[in-house]
């Protein structure tokens, strides 16, 4: 199964968005900050990594540089509300560091299934419970 590690300190917007991910057939680890974001990446590497820009302990920005550091082919998606930036411009700066694809908040979760879908292909139907 695909592996993903979500990072946001925003723990409602962190669950819902990987409930919708592991029943989309994908392994999600959460992380509340790029510290903890890290850690989980040194114990399991995944095969994607979402992650917030703006976080207590360790921002994403510093988090996406020390990810590109340790695996220079990971993929990233950077997600951002910016702030007191305009998130654009924080997203922009996150595809200069590594992010292989970037999501302004809000966004939908159809718009970051197809962010993931296109980066490491579709979940483990064979994981998504059945609707009976």
Do not use: H
């Amino acid at each position: 199964m695909k592996q993903i590690i979500f990072a946001d300190d925003n723990e409602p917007f962190r669950l819902s968005f990987s409930r919708i991910l592991e029943r989309s057939g994908y392994a999600v680890m959460q992380a509340e900050d790029g510290r903890e974001a890290l850690r989980k990446f040194r114990e399991s590497p995944p095969d994607l990594v979402i992650c917030d820009l703006i976080m207590p302990e360790m921002e994403g920005m510093e988090t996406i540089q020390e990810l590109t550091r340790m695996k220079p082919d990971i993929r990233i998606i950077a997600i951002s509300g910016g702030g007191r930036v305009n998130p654009l411009d924080y997203l922009k700066v996150a595809r200069m560091m590594g992010a292989v694809e970037t999501l302004a908040k809000p966004f939908s979760s159809e718009e970051l299934l197809a962010s993931v879908v296109r980066l490491i292909g579709p979940g483990d139907q064979a994981a998504i419970p059945s609707k009976r």
